[in-house]
Each structure stands twice: as structure tokens, then as C-alpha cells.
């Protein structure tokens, strides 16, 4: 799977979350294109976005959340790239079947996005131009990574969103333990091992075995409990 | 009452529902502002159009509807303009006590805007990110205005939609039938009537008085009727 990450933000060198975030992208199977530096005169080369989307099968939009949004160049992006005849129309679009997810900072505390809430509304409810969006061009909407004030988060949240967003990034569409498990793993036998200490990767390696061995006693388990009923 | 039409669209000329509906504005208490032939390079004047906002009482938002949304010289003028301390922040915002609404065109049939139509979601969802705006900035949302299929509506339809707009931009807040009348008695005592045939002037003036005198007699009635329980 090759995936597309779309960032848009003004001033991405000064951004703490967004260096963050770029340090986490995987080396292999993973484009960023930052639009802002690529068109500094705001000018958008629409035939060479659509190549870069014809190339890839997930779709990310990163940014930081402007008035409920996207800054204006992604949406100015939207409009110019995502034609009537390629991206929707007639026939079936050349962004059907793909995927689509949002990464987007926040500002605010996760709890002011609801009903009584400061911001009145959910993430679900403000994102709805998006999800319309990938309804009509045919794409799978994924569950979206926000990151609220990272400023404020501890280091144990940001390991955890550094891991959380690479698997938004790479792993498959799924949820489910049994899915983040073989990830882990893979991410584990990975692992560029020469700056450890020695013995390190043998470590990495027995972990990834144990999780193995205990997900194939898991779904054994699971086999005998589906026998039984 | 003073209105501002804040206006976004790449080709304003061209544009038959945007003509249209210039042509209707009221020649007083409505200053219309089209951004992109304001500002062709982009670069938006803050403290100009915070001014602006200043002498305005009612903030309407006009644009062809856009991937679920406004154009992008639009979202860059919110970017720019409301920030934190002119329209939001720790004390109240200086839009505080305004109104806002939306005006906008869409290219696809009303009866698409639900789940089941091919757009999916209703237009106060799709929405949802200007009503958290108007929240934040402390302004009323207004009913939007919505013209569907501009180029597909009859003349009737058009008549309706000139008087609605003209409501939308200088009625008070109310879609109360008193309120209508008023608004509509006041239009037919101001109108130009120079260029009509001799007489005119006391026809309309007479359906004025009709309207207000109707007015009078329901309002007379509601009092016995509120009296009676």
C-alpha cells in the first residue's frame, strides 16, 4: 500500500506538532507533499496532483484545524485537482476504491467538541465537508487522527500518538487487536538495530515472536470457542 | 440595520445567479464586497475588512457551494481576518451581538441533501463548520439562503428568490408573516415608480394600506382571542 500525505500549514518549520509528525513517517511506501512549499505562489500544477493520487491508494489530509477546517490552500487544492470527469462525475471517479483520512491539531481541549461544550459541535459533525467529500469520489472514509494541544502533552502521549500515526499511516484498515498486533511486529523485525546495544535486536525479535505465539493461541482458542456454540 | 455581502467567486461575471442576484440588492444599507476582484493577488488587508465588520451589523457569507464548503479566498479571509482577540478570545469578540448568514448556490437538486440522496448529508450539517464560527464569534446564525439549480428555475422561482433575498439581506431576523408584511408594505411606499404608468404610485400605495390595515385587524383579533383563555 503507497500513501499520500497532503499537508497544508503556513509555517510548517515553526510547527512543533507538525516536525513531530514528520519524524514518525516510515521511510518506505509513504509520500509527503507539503503544498505550501511546493506552490508558493499559490498556483496548483492540477495534472501532476492527479498523477501523485493515481500513484498512491491511501490519501491523507494533514493540517492544523482552521475555523473547522483546512487552512485555504488545501481547500483551494480540493477545488482546482478534484475536477468533475477525474474525481467524481458520470462514471465512476479515479479516486474509487481508494482510501481517505484526516490528521488534524487542534488547539482546543477534546472536551469543547460536543453539545455544551465550548465549540458546540463534534468532530464528526464538523468534518461532515470531508466525509461528503470521499462519499461522492467513491473513497473510504478512515477513522481520523486529531491531535489536541500538543503543547500539553505528556511524553508517554506523544510516543503513543507518534505510533498511532504511523499505523494511520501504514497499517491496514482495520481496528482490531489482531491487526495492530501483526503491525507491531512487523515494525519490531523492522527496526534498524546498529545504533542498540548489543543484544538488543534479539530482544526486539523474542518480542515479536511472543506476540506472534500468543495471537496464534488466541485465534486457536478462538476456533475451539466457535466449535462449542 | 447595515449589511455587508462578503462575496467569493472566481468569476463573478460570468456567473448568472451572482448577477442575478446583485441586481436585486437594495441601492441602500447593503455594501457588497466581492474578494477576489478586491484583493486579485490574494494578500488580504486585515485591518481594512476589520473595519468593515465594525460598520456592519449583519455579516453574510455569498458563494457557489464548493466541496461542501465556500471557495478558498473566502477561508483564507476568515483565516486572516477573525482572529484571536478582534473576533474571539478571552473577552468578547468585537462581532459579538452581530448576525451572520450564508447565501449560497449549489449545482446538485435539494432532494441529494439526506442520507439516502447522493450527497448524504443534510445542508445544516454539511454546515456544521460556519455555525461553530457564528458560535465562537458570539454572532446569530441566520436561516441560510440556499438556490439550488439556478439555471434550472423558472421565472417564478426566480421572482420568489429576488424577494427572498432582498429579505435576507435588510428584514429583521424574523420569518414571522408580520414580519414579512412589514417588510414588504415598506418596499411597495419606497419604490421608484417614475418609470411606471400614471396611477401606479397609488395602486402600490393602496395594496401598503390594504396590508397594514389586515395587519391591524389580526392583531386586534388576537388580543380578544388571548383574552378569551
Redesign the interface.
Known amino acids: 500500500m503507497k500513501t499520500l500525505v497532503i499537508i497544508s500549514h503556513p509555517d510548517i518549520l515553526e510547527s512543533g506538532s507538525q516536525q513531530f509528525l514528520l519524524n514518525a513517517v516510515p521511510s518506505e511506501g509513504v509520500t509527503i507533499h507539503h503544498l505550501e512549499s511546493t506552490y508558493p505562489s499559490?498556483k496548483i500544477d492540477v495534472q501532476k496532483e492527479q498523477e501523485l493520487l493515481d500513484a498512491h491508494d491511501r490519501i491523507i489530509f494533514q493540517f492544523p484545524f482552521?475555523?473547522?477546517?483546512?487552512?485555504?490552500?488545501l481547500?483551494?487544492w480540493?477545488?482546482d485537482v478534484?475536477t468533475n470527469g477525474y474525481a467524481h462525475g458520470k462514471a465512476d471517479g479515479r479516486l474509487a476504491g481508494k482510501e481517505f483520512g484526516l490528521v488534524f491539531m487542534l488547539g482546543v481541549h477534546e472536551r469543547e467538541y460536543q453539545a455544551g461544550g465550548?465549540?458546540?459541535?463534534s468532530i464528526s459533525?464538523?468534518t461532515?465537508?470531508f466525509?461528503?467529500?470521499a462519499?461522492?469520489t467513491g473513497m473510504t472514509y478512515l477513522r481520523p487522527l486529531t491531535v489536541y494541544q500538543f503543547a500539553y502533552m505528556t511524553d508517554e502521549e506523544k510516543m503513543d500518538l507518534y505510533i498511532r500515526y504511523q499505523q494511520k499511516l501504514t497499517n491496514e484498515n482495520s481496528e482490531s487487536l489482531a491487526s495492530r498486533e501483526r503491525w507491531v511486529s512487523e515494525q519490531l523485525r523492522q527496526l534498524n538495530t546498529n545504533d542498540l546495544e548489543p543484544g538488543a535486536e534479539d530482544i526486539l525479535n523474542h518480542a515479536a515472536d511472543l506476540m506472534e505465539t500468543n495471537r496464534t493461541t488466541i485465534d486457536e482458542l478462538q476456533v475451539v470457542l466457535d466449535q462449542m456454540w
Open positions: 499559490g482552521y475555523w473547522y477546517s483546512s487552512p485555504a490552500p481547500k483551494q480540493q477545488d478534484l465550548r465549540e458546540l459541535f459533525e464538523l461532515r465537508p466525509q461528503a467529500m462519499h461522492k
